[in-house]
């Protein structure tokens, strides 16, 4: 059965952003679940979504956060699926706090932290997380890349003609 991904975010602020990584995800025709939910505003629900999230077919969970961001990792603290952060650039430290707040996760509870700010990343990873076992997701992967590179080699070619 496919894997459906969640994305989560701290606060409807974040959705802006974070839009990225749904249309993202929707090209690749992954399914996807979107919710706002805080570790700090909702965490009652934030533990019980992680706790459940197994059982009701999800196989990434994106979270984006900013400020003190603990979105990602209480909810890799309830669960064994990965995660993924995206850390908000949404204070007046211009997402540095919400980075260092995502990535220095103690050992034995990881967060895969992108960029601040860096939601298609973030969707980009969780295809790649599912490809591992979805030969369909695994074939478009590829053909982005392809075309990544051909535009790439396309404006080379301009430049030096
Ligand atoms: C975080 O605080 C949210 O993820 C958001 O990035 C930031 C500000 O939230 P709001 O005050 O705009 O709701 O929890």
Do not use: W
């Not at 496919?2 to 974070?18: H, I, T």
């Not at 249309?23 to 992954?30: A, D």
């Not at 505003?41 to 992680?50: H, L, N, S, V, W």
């Not at 700010?117 to 790649?128: F, I, K, P, R, T």
């Amino acid at each position: 059965m496919k894997k459906k991904v969640a994305v989560l975010m701290g606060s409807d602020s974040d959705l802006p952003v974070v839009k990225s990584a749904i249309n993202t995800l929707k090209e690749f025709g992954v399914e996807t679940e979107v919710h706002i939910m805080s570790a700090h505003r909702t965490p009652k629900q934030a533990c019980d979504f992680a706790s459940s999230a197994i059982d009701k077919g999800f196989g990434v969970i994106i979270c984006a956060a900013g400020k003190a961001a603990h979105l990602a990792g209480v909810i890799a603290a309830h669960t064994t699926l990965p995660v993924i952060g995206i850390p908000m650039k949404s204070s007046t430290l211009d997402g540095l706090d919400a980075l260092l707040s995502t990535v220095q996760m103690p050992k034995g509870i990881p967060v895969a932290t992108v960029a601040i700010d860096g939601a298609e990343n973030a969707a980009l990873l969780a295809v790649q997380i599912l490809a591992v076992y979805d030969k369909d997701l695994e074939v478009k992967l590829k053909a982005m890349k392809l075309k990544m590179t051909e535009e790439v080699l396309e404006k080379d070619r301009k430049l030096n003609s």
